[in-house]
Structures are given as C-alpha cells and as structure tokens.
C-alpha cells in the first residue's frame, strides 16, 4: 500500500473522532483529531517522517516546532534525514529544535532546545494538527527572534479554518500532508 495511504488510514482509525469537540483554538468542531497515537507509534512516525522530511525546506539546517505536538515529529525528521541522507548528500541532514510554551524558568531561561545552527540558517516548522495557526505562528514568531529564517510551516493535517490564512498574513507558506476533508465522506 502507498505511504500516504496507510498513513491515512491509520490517521483515521487511530486519531479521528466525529462528535461535538471543543479545540484549544476555543473553538467547537464536529471533527477532533489527534495524531499523537499515530505519531508516538513506531511505524506512524516513521511514516509521517518519510512524508514530511521530502516537504522540508531543502536549504533547511533545522526543523523544529512547539513542544509537545511536535516533539516526536521534529525528532523523527531529523532521524529520517540523518538515515536517508548520511553517505549521500549530507547536506539535506536537519537537526531538531523544540520551542517551550514558556521560557526555561532557571539557567539561561532559553525558549529554544537542541543543537542551535547559526543565525540566519532557514528553519522549516512541523506541526501536527492545524487549525487556525496560533501555535505555528508562535514558534515562527519565537525562531525568528533568534534570528533564524522561518518562511515554511508543515502540519500532518490542516483542519482547513483559517491557518493558512493566518500564516499567509505573516509569510508563511503552509504545507500538509493531509486536510480535515480527506476524514470524511463530504
């Protein structure tokens, strides 16, 4: 079966659900999804790495995201790409940033976890679910205060209300895998 297909099949057993849902955005929905029992399984992960890591920015010296959704996300890139990419072109490797929700209480009070690439290296943005881009652009916002560049945003799925809009305005290209739609019967 195709990658992508089985991905989805699995997004659809495993973290799909039709109801009456209140989402962080503080909004209600009739579609919840969350990837996390797809991307925290060992085949889901290294499906939706494989797909992601070909979306990548090809100058990207980094992927990273906002921690939690996109801890194992940004950590199976940068796996997949150290994998695929190591006697060929070690070039396209990318290491993994996490960006905290709040900055480190003690030490350096860093927002920003994991091998730091220098200032002005491109930073690709993983996401798992997106749906009006808040969480995104906050980690676009933090990484380009460190001084990085920040032009694309990939999610697992785009619910379709409004992120990519809201990134538009910021100029944010957002990539997905999947959109809500491809969930259910339209």
Same mark, same amino acid.
């Given at each position: ?17 039709? %109801? ?7 909004? !209600?929905?009739?579609?919840? =999804? ?14 939706? &790495? ?14 990273? %995201? ?5 801890? $194992?996300?940004? &950590? ?21 940033? =996490? =960006?905290?929700?709040? $900055? ?7 927002? =920003?976890?994991? $091998?730091?690439?220098?200032?002005? &290296? ?39 209300? %409004? ?15 999947? !959109? ?7």
């Amino acid at each position: 079966m195709d990658c992508r297909l089985e991905l989805l099949e699995m997004l659809k057993e495993r973290s799909y659900r039709k %109801g009456e849902f209140k989402l962080s955005s503080g909004e !209600t929905s009739d579609h919840y =999804i969350n990837c996390k029992p797809v991307i925290l399984n060992a085949k889901g992960l290294r499906m939706v &790495s494989e797909l992601m890591m070909v979306e990548v920015d090809n100058d990207a010296k980094a992927v990273a %995201g906002l921690t939690l959704g996109a801890d $194992p996300l940004v &950590s199976g890139v940068a796996m997949h790409s150290y994998n695929f990419w190591n006697n060929n072109r070690p070039e396209y490797i990318v290491n993994a940033l =996490i =960006i905290r929700k709040e $900055p480190k209480g003690h030490g350096t009070g860093a927002w =920003i976890e994991g $091998p730091l690439p220098p200032e002005g &290296s491109k930073v690709t943005v993983l996401e798992d679910v997106v749906t009006t881009g808040g969480s995104s652009l906050k980690a676009v916002e933090k990484l380009r205060e460190a001084g990085y560049v920040v032009t694309t945003v990939l999610a697992v799925v785009d619910r379709l209300e %409004g992120g990519r809009e809201a990134m538009e305005k910021s100029g944010i290209n957002l990539k997905s895998i999947f !959109t809500l739609d491809e969930f259910y019967e339209v």
